[in-house]
């Protein structure tokens, strides 16, 4: 073939339909920005500033020592697997069985795994926002259709049954949430998850998928799962994993919990994209579960104090509209009240993507806009940084927003 008779080389539809994940992006923007040395806080990533705890990277040396470098099975080593049964059984009365339970290379992975092994092109999922951002993304990568059902700060950030209700149709597949929520920190209480639930008894054919990545990272002292009230362990799947309660971002260690012929559908689609997760990490974060939580309680404890610091320094702040997050170590405030106002360096702030931006070029502090969390009011805020940053990034933020008239 002459060369002339070569097509241009194109990537795949889905790629070029994709977005890029806006938290990765404002990341590696603000890592840029970094490089040319200007002095960037940011706070736009969600990872705890925490080392993982010692007792887990150690067991992880130990696992390495004996020998665990080979492939696992692809759901999890049984040991990991019994130990989430455990921890299910000891923390809400819920008995799983091995099979019922997946282990993959992140709860992200879990998110695409159950999208995968669930949805059909048409088929659609119940959005409550804010959703976390990958949510919408793996959606519409699989060919399903978000259904977004917004909320706004006036509510906490939490939908009305009524309202998720009122976005059921018959291609509804399943409903998808994290409590304690990314972006808002909003946990929902057991009061909320009964009110849910006893909508959900009325439309059978829609399953629950429940995110409870932030279990732990939980200000109101007791986590409360939809798996645990009446008639929904069999229609839900818990997604879990040691990112952010075992400060373990890099380990890349997720699991759900939920029906058997869920479970076996999405270790047939793991089993193809990647097989099992690293074997000596599995083994550690069997350690993690059933240990002592002290190091996670601690961090807790600094997350808490940080966001009363965040709350009380941005309430300072004119037009920002402020939430008390419960959960999680984001603050989601509202900055509609800015829109529409111009910097006196020209910089024009019609919605919240710009407000990011401007944040990040004039007062040089790393934010996610809401928008991409589906919510066009507000900017994510991620506190998992020092008291310092925190003061510095507030004063930063109010000098910049000071200049919007
Ligand atoms: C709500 C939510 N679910 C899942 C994940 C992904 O966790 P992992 O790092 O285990 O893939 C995140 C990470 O930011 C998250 O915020």
Known sequence: MKESQLSTPTVSKLVRDMEESATLKMASMARELKAQGLDIIDLSLGEPDFDTPHHIKEAAKIALDEGYTKYTPVN???ELRQA?????????????????????????????NLCRALLDPGDEVILPAPYWVSYDGIVKMVGATPVVIPSSIDDDFKCSPEAIEAGITERTKFILYSSPCNPSGSVLNL?????????????????????????????????????????????????????????????????????????????????????????????????????????????????????????????????????????????????????????????????????SLFLLSEAHVSTVSGVAFGNPDCIRLSYATSDAKIKDAAQRIAEALSTLA
Not at 260 to 278: D, L, P, R
Request: with cysteine; aromatic share 10%; net charge neutral.
């Open 76 to 78: 999890g080593l049984v």
């Open 84 to 112: 989430i049964v455990d921890k299910l059984a000891r923390e809400y009365n819920l008995q799983y069985s091995l099979n019922e339970i997946v282990v993959s290379n992140g709860a992200k992975q879990s998110v695409y």
């Open 191 to 355: 009061e909320e998850l009964e009110a849910l639930a006893a909508m959900l008894r009325r439309h059978p054919h829609v399953y629950v998928i429940s995110d409870e990545i932030y279990q732990h990272i939980n200000f109101t002292n007791h986590h409360y799962t939809i798996a645990a009230l009446e008639g929904m362990k069999d229609r839900t799947v818990i997604i879990n994993g040691m990112a952010k309660g075992y400060a373990m971002t890099g380990w890349r260690l997720g699991y759900t919990a939920g029906p058997e012929w869920i479970a076996k559908a999405c270790t047939k689609i793991q089993g193809q994209v990647t097989s099992g997760a690293t074997s000596f990490g599995q083994k550690a974060a069997a350690v993690g579960l059933a240990a002592d939580h002290g190091p996670t309680h601690d961090m807790v404890k600094a997350f808490k104090s940080r966001r009363d610091l965040i709350i009380r320094l941005l309430e300072e702040i004119p037009l920002l509209r402020v939430n008390r997050p419960q959960g999680a170590f984001y603050i989601f405030p509202d900055v509609s009240g800015y829109f529409g106002k111009t910097s006196a360096t020209g910089y024009h702030v019609k919605d919240a993507d710009d407000m």
